[in-house]
């Protein structure tokens, strides 16, 4: 299960107790902001996309949208979601528990400056029934294959 690879990798760092499981589905911003108990924007939205032929992901607020025009400003692409099917292949976690945590090799994370609004906010942790809470510096140090904090969201 992805949940076990994600405590397995924070445990390298001592903080597997910090990954925190739900009695109830955390698969969407709003399932996981009722079970944490905060507001939607907290919630550290994980969005895969491809780029070159590579998966990427890009952990956005919970409450913020992709603006196209920045992310190909960005990118030097257009936009490109991975797929349901793919996601699993290609970053190693479903959809629902999508983490920069544990990931396949080679798939490049991107913070988005829209987290640093918040003083914590939770990542799912590789379930749809996970989370941890982590500040903006910690997802900065903990996200595996971290490249650059990213300005990619529209201004809402």
């Known amino acids: 299960m992805a949940i076990e690879k994600v405590k397995a990798y924070f445990a390298q760092f001592g903080m597997q107790d910090r990954v925190i499981e739900f009695a109830e589905s955390s698969a969407t911003v709003e399932l996981a902001a009722h079970a944490a108990g905060v507001e939607p924007g907290r919630i550290a939205k994980s969005l ?3 780029v070159d032929d590579a998966p990427i992901l ?5 409450d913020e949208k992709i603006d196209n025009s920045k992310y190909k400003q960005t990118f030097h692409t257009k ?3 991975l797929t349901f099917d793919e996601v699993a292949e290609l970053v190693g976690h479903a959809v629902g528990g ?11 994370v991107y913070l ?15 379930s749809s029934n996970s989370a941890i ?24």
Not at 58 to 62: D, N, S, T
Not at 112 to 126: H, I, N, Q, W, Y
Not at 142 to 150: I, L
């Open 133 to 156: 809470e982590l500040t903006p510096e910690e997802m900065e140090k903990y996200a595996q294959n971290f490249v650059s904090w990213v300005d990619v969201c529209k201004l809402m």
């Open 112 to 126: 988005d400056e829209s987290l640093k609004r918040f003083p914590t906010v939770f990542p799912a942790a590789g």
């Open 48 to 50: 895969s996309f491809k």
């Open 79 to 81: 936009a490109r979601m």
């Open 58 to 62: 890009i952990i956005v607020a919970g």
């Open 98 to 108: 999508v983490c920069p945590f544990a990931v396949n090799d080679g798939v490049k």
